[in-house]
Structures are given as C-alpha cells and as structure tokens.
C-alpha cells in the first residue's frame, strides 16, 4: 500500500467524522499484524517492544539493554510485516534517543524499508525518577525523541506519539506530530500483565489535562490512547463516558496477546479432548 501522509491523516480523520473510533494495532509478528489489519485496522505498528510481547515475555522487556531496538523494528518491518499488511498503513516505533545512530539517516532507511511513518517506541517518557533525569542530562532524553519525529514530519511521514504529559504533548505537537497518543503506563489483564495500573478516573484526568493544553491550538491532530486497565472495547467505552474527547485507541496486549493466550489454550483443549477409536 502506497499513501501519502496526507492520504493517512485523511483516513483517520474520516474514520473519526463518521464516529468510528480510530483503531491502531501494535504488533510484533507476521500473523497478528496481518490480521488486525484484515479485521478493520486504521494502523498497523510494530517495535521491539511488541517483538519481545510475541515471544511470551513482558513487553517491558523492551526497556531492558538486551537487544538493539531499532534493528529489531527494522527487521521486523522488512521480514514479517510489511510484506504481509496491505489493508492499512504500517508504522515504525523507533527509539529516538538511540546514540549510536545518526537518527535523521536511520529515518530515512525506515521510509525506504517501505514504512509510513514513525512514532516514538521505546519511549522515555514511561521513564522517570533519578534514571529519567539523567538520561534527561546526559543527552537521551524526550526531546531527542522530538527531535526524530519532527523530521519525520517535515519529510512526510506520518507521525505519532506516546506522551504522559501536557508538556511532552505540546512538543510534540508543536514538531508537527500528526497523531498524539495519550499513555497511561503499563496495561493489565492474561498471564503477564501488570498488577498495579493506573485506574480509568485517572487515566481521564490525565487525558483532560492533555487536551486542556492542546484543543485550543491544535484541535485536528488525532487523539488515541493505550495502556491503563483498558483490556476490552467495553473498558474503552468506559473511559468515554469520563473522558469523550478521545478519537480512537491503540491495543497492544488486548490487540495481539489477549487473542492469542484466549485461542491457543482452547484449540490444544479441543484436540486433548477427542477420544481415540482403538
């Protein structure tokens, strides 16, 4: 599929003038990304962290130094996903703070790799404490993040990012940012989701401080969230009626994980539960 950012930002728009929530999927394998797009998904993203979700652990594991992150999206992106996506644009989660690349020539590798935009996964901003200021002041922070994704924009990539903050948001939006996703930390529910999560009235008052800051200047950039306790569309459904200004959500457990620690169990079920004929 070949779409401009124009063409991108278009359709999602669209989809949110018809009343249709905005649906990304974030996906780390062939075959749930193939899917989800196959069933209605506006985006289709892919980074190391779902990479690592897809082979059974914590996407935490991410966060951890255990793997080069970018080369793992871009391999991910060549071999597994972009070949088998054709219903809706692809998305590449970079970390922009990564020092050891020249990140504006690792952009352009991603745009010719076939992808349609960037967003910033890993991200600092789930980071915080003593270890968040110090990557602040040693050079890999959120604004190198800003950075990434602001050339993206002015290349014509479609952009999208995760952000905690009013702050974070307006400098991302202020960088052109075509999509602001609103994260509230790490997601709950099936065999390795958090235990503690931020509950839904706060991840609706985290939301409205957002837009707060935002609608008054930048009210036609989309605005998605993940993470928190959202584990269905129902629990979506429940965050809008706290919090209505919302165009969409992105699934990452509840868009591949879920599904298949629900379907897997059950088939193997299925089979062990056929009596043999001897």
Do not use: W
């Not at 075959?31 to 289709?44: H, P």
């Not at 901003?125 to 890999?140: N, P, Q, S, V, Y």
């Not at 065999?191 to 008052?205: D, R, Y």
């Amino acid at each position: 599929m070949n779409l401009s950012r124009d063409e991108i930002v278009t359709r999602l728009r669209a989809e949110r003038d018809a009343g249709r929530a905005v649906y990304d999927a974030l996906c780390g394998s062939g075959i749930t990304a193939k899917f989800a797009a196959r069933g209605g998904a506006d985006l289709v993203t892919t980074f190391n962290l779902a990479y690592y979700r897809m082979q059974g652990l914590s996407s935490m594991a991410g966060y951890l130094p255990i793997g080069d992150a970018n080369a793992i999206t871009l391999e991910l992106g060549e071999r597994s996903i972009l070949n088998v996506v054709r219903e809706c644009p692809v998305i590449a989660g970079l970390l922009g703070a990564d020092p050891t690349r020249n990140m504006s020539r690792f952009v352009d590798r991603i745009e010719a790799a076939g992808f349609h935009g960037v967003m910033n996964c890993p991200t600092v901003a789930l980071i915080d404490g003593d270890f968040r200021k110090d990557l602040e002041e040693t050079g890999m922070g959120f604004s190198k993040e800003v950075d990434v994704l602001g050339y993206a924009s002015r290349k014509g990539l479609f952009t999208k990012a995760f952000t905690t903050t009013p702050e974070e948001a307006l400098a991302m939006a202020e960088a052109g940012v075509d999509n602001i996703i609103i994260h509230f930390g790490n997601s709950s529910g099936g065999s390795i989701g958090s235990k503690t999560v931020m509950p839904l009235e706060q991840a609706a008052q985290r939301a409205a401080a957002i837009f707060d800051a935002l609608l008054p200047k930048y009210e036609e950039r989309i605005f998605t969230c993940h993470g928190s306790a959202i584990e269905t569309p129902a629990d979506f459904e429940k965050l809008l009626d706290m919090e209505s200004r919302f165009d969409g959500y992105v699934g990452g457990s509840s868009a591949e994980r879920f599904p298949v620690e629900d379907a897997v169990p059950k088939a193997a079920q299925g089979f062990k539960s056929v009596r043999l004929r001897k």
